[in-house]
């Protein structure tokens, strides 16, 4: 709901501050004070082109202040979130326009652009007259309001989630045809990939021991050497257990005295034959290991170059052979069983769609069956608003394929004259007989919890009389629980209202300016007697003035 309106030097007005609550407000005034003024400046608050010509003559720049009061859930939160702004206490949108016309936007002072703006308007305004016109003019919204009117949402949920499952079914059925179809034109490559890797069957961490193997068997010449020339130190003639166990016997055959004293170093000698002998046996089985082993380097060389290979091949570490086989064999274990995964999607598919179908084949005929109750409401509308030669009508065009939304395209159309096509109503006439069509459209669609606050601009041109009493009383249904504002010039529009504001111009000087006055009971009675009778007040305009004032009261 908008709550304030403070404007500063734009065009006509220096200063004013306005307030503004809910119900049916009406802004009045002779032609030409000025009431056009402050639609633009709201339009400039809301994201409308910063024109210049906005700032007030000889000032160097105009502002104004548009407040709003949103409760929680409010769709304008989620937008206002998207911003990380906060919309807690309210919103107060403020933008100013310099001489040069360059413009900055603030909302709850924070800067913005005007995109932002024009966004928010559409979740807290909707206007109707000689402004841009949004809400019901836009295409995008009929399907809505038809569905809002049909009590449609429980058949549109079902709608949504079917369209849902089917397109992610049929996204994965998209892509795992595709991977399928990539894997199948790798089948021959994976199939002999994995014959060579079975055949190598290799195994992690073997690179590095035969690398170790291949060290040791290239060293294997010094290696005999060495140990032939160790082994002959040890043993053969004049070896060195020949010439301990030659020692131990000598000791042996030594008298008793002696035997006793050299006990401790016969038994070490005895000691020492037994290691080295051991020395000797180790010694001469890696000799013989290493003797026998002569291929033995050709055989680890093949072993680890074939490894090698094979990583090159397949550009990957040797240690990744093993699971390059693996994976393989998963690859080709998806291509065998991938067609009937692909069988199992195109059932999963048919009957999601099939279940889309359905769902929208129900909503079709009850949208059919609310855009024959629509059009009737609206039509007995038209007559009491001096609209009786105009049809309406709910178009409902089919689509090739059921989407999110269902199965047709939903628009409103009109035809204002006889013989004349029918049309979007973005495209008949403007001015006032459209703004009495949209609040004809606006009485018949209006929905519970509807938070945006309505402007009609001018809603009864060129009407008098029981139309526009007929025009007022709908402004006033309109109003019960939500924001309406009125600029009117029709004394039978103003009666119903429940606040009245007065637009007066003044000239001061070879100054003119802008006023806005909040008018009470007896100043309201005058300003209505005025709309009544023009300049001269008499007392028979005053007298009509509280009849229709007293009828607005009772909802007359």
Do not use: Y
Not at 245 to 258: C, F, I, K, V
Not at 279 to 293: F, K, M, P
């Amino acid at each position: 709901m908008l709550t304030g309106l403070s404007i500063r030097d734009i065009v006509l007005i220096e200063r004013l501050d306005l307030e503004f609550f809910a119900g049916l407000t009406v802004l009045t005034g002779e032609t030409g004070a000025g009431k056009s003024i402050l639609l633009d400046a709201l339009g400039l608050a809301l994201g409308n082109r910063a024109d210049r010509g906005l700032v007030r003559a000889g000032c160097d720049q105009g502002s104004v202040t548009a407040s709003f009061e949103v409760g929680e859930g409010h769709p304008v939160g989620a937008v206002l979130a998207e911003q990380e702004i906060d919309a807690a206490d309210g919103i107060v949108i403020r933008r100013s326009i310099g001489s040069d016309g360059r413009s900055r936007a603030f909302v709850n002072d924070r800067a913005v652009g005007a995109g932002l703006l024009r966004r928010l308007a559409t979740e807290l305004l909707e206007i109707h007259g000689q402004m841009d016109q949004h809400g019901l003019l836009d295409p995008r919204t009929h399907r809505i309001l038809l569905d809002t009117a049909g009590g449609h949402g429980a058949v549109c949920r079902r709608v949504a989630e079917a369209h849902a499952r089917w397109k992610s079914l049929d996204g994965e059925r998209a892509e795992r045809r595709a991977a399928l179809e990539i894997a199948r034109r790798e089948e021959d490559f994976l199939r002999h990939r994995l014959m060579e890797l079975e055949e190598l069957e290799p195994v992690a961490g073997e690179e590095e021991d035969l690398a170790i193997q291949r060290q040791m068997l290239m060293g294997r010449e010094k290696m005999l050497d060495l140990l032939r020339e160790v082994s002959g130190l040890l043993g053969g003639s004049g070896g060195a257990i020949e010439r301990m166990g030659a020692a131990q016997r000598r000791l042996d055959r030594s008298g008793d005295p002696a035997r006793q004293t050299l006990q401790p170093a016969i038994e070490a000698l005895e000691r020492a034959m037994i290691e080295a002998g051991e020395a000797e046996a180790l010694i001469d089985s890696e000799q013989q290991e290493l003797e026998r082993g002569g291929n033995r380097l050709e055989e680890v060389e093949e072993r680890l170059f074939a490894l090698r290979d094979m990583a090159r091949k397949h550009r990957v570490a040797v240690d990744e052979l093993p699971d390059l086989l693996e994976r393989t064999r998963e690859e080709l274990a998806r291509i065998d069983g991938g067609s009937q995964t692909l069988e199992t999607l195109d059932r999963q598919c048919r009957e999601a769609h099939d279940e889309l179908v359905v769902s929208s084949a129900s909503l079709s005929r009850a949208r059919a069956k609310a855009a024959g109750s629509l059009t009737d409401a609206i039509h007995a509308e038209l007559p009491p608003l001096r609209l009786e030669k105009t049809r309406f009508a709910v178009r409902l065009d089919p689509l090739d394929e059921p989407g999110v939304d269902g199965g047709e395209r939903v628009s409103f159309e009109v035809s204002t004259n006889p013989g004349q096509p029918m049309g979007p109503l973005a495209k008949i006439a403007s001015g006032g007989e459209l703004s009495r069509l949209m609040l004809a459209l606006k009485v018949v669609l209006q929905r519970g919890g509807e938070r945006r606050a309505l402007i009609f601009d001018e809603v009864d041109s060129g009407i008098g009389g029981a139309t526009a009493d007929a025009v007022g009383e709908r402004l006033a249904r309109l109003a019960a629980g939500r924001q309406v504002i009125v600029v009117t010039h029709a004394p039978q529009v103003a009666a119903r209202a429940d606040h009245h504001l007065n637009v007066i111009k003044a000239a001061a000087g070879r100054r003119t300016s802008v006023d806005v006055r909040r008018l009470e009971t007896e100043q309201r009675r005058d300003e209505i007697a005025r709309m009544l009778a023009g300049a001269e007040i008499t007392g028979a305009a005053r007298a009509a003035a509280e009849s229709l004032m007293a009828a607005g009261a009772r909802g007359g």
